[in-house]
Structures are given as C-alpha cells and as structure tokens.
C-alpha cells in the first residue's frame, strides 16, 4: 500500500507506514486551511491515504463542511492537487456564505467579493 506526505507542497509517496503514520501525527503537515463561518466549519486536509478506491489519480485532499446545519452538513469533495485544494476549499467557503446570505444572515468572516462582502 502507498501513502503519501506533503513535504514543501510537493507529494512525496512512501510505501513506509511509518514514516507516513509520523508525518501525519503533526495536525498542522494535514492541514491546507481551515476557516469558522458562524457556527460552521469549512476544513481541507491532505489525507495521506489515497480516498480514489476505483483507479485513477489519487485522491489526497479532503474538503469538508461541518455544521449544524443539515443543507450544508457533511458536504465533502475530494481532489489530487494542492491547488485543486485551494480551489476546493475557496468553493465551499462561498457555499458557506452563500447559505447564510439566503437566510438573511451576514457571516462573521464575509469572504471578499461574495455576494454578502
């Protein structure tokens, strides 16, 4: 099995368990970003096991969208590259804000040129 690291913003790929399971005990070699919006949380992380189980590219970074929310609960995606995470990541966001902008609430942390800033 492979297992994967992030090490400068480059994917290194280990077959050491080990070495994988090490790196990933620091939180901070998982996670890209993370942001509060209200009472939600939006987090990606690089995974260091490949979530792609039907072929293909791996798939090593993790969105998610944590709230008590049920419309936006549990929202998950998955990419194979840093900057499809940051991408990721900045999608979910705006999901965020946009959810609360149509309940009528301004978020705490507006991102800049969403339809709320």
Known sequence: MKFYMLV???IKETDNLQEAAEWFENPDNGR???DKIRNTEVSTIFTFINQNFLGGP???FETMIFSPHQEI???R???STLQEAHAMHTKAKA???NYFAQLGQIPD???PG???S
């Open 109 to 111: 942390s507006p991102i």
């Open 8 to 10: 400068n913003g480059q």
């Open 32 to 34: 890209i970003a993370f």
């Open 114 to 116: 969403s339809p709320v």
């Open 77 to 79: 995606t998955l990419c």
């Open 58 to 60: 791996p798939l090593l």
């Open 95 to 97: 999901l965020v804000v």
């Open 73 to 75: 609960n549990q929202y």
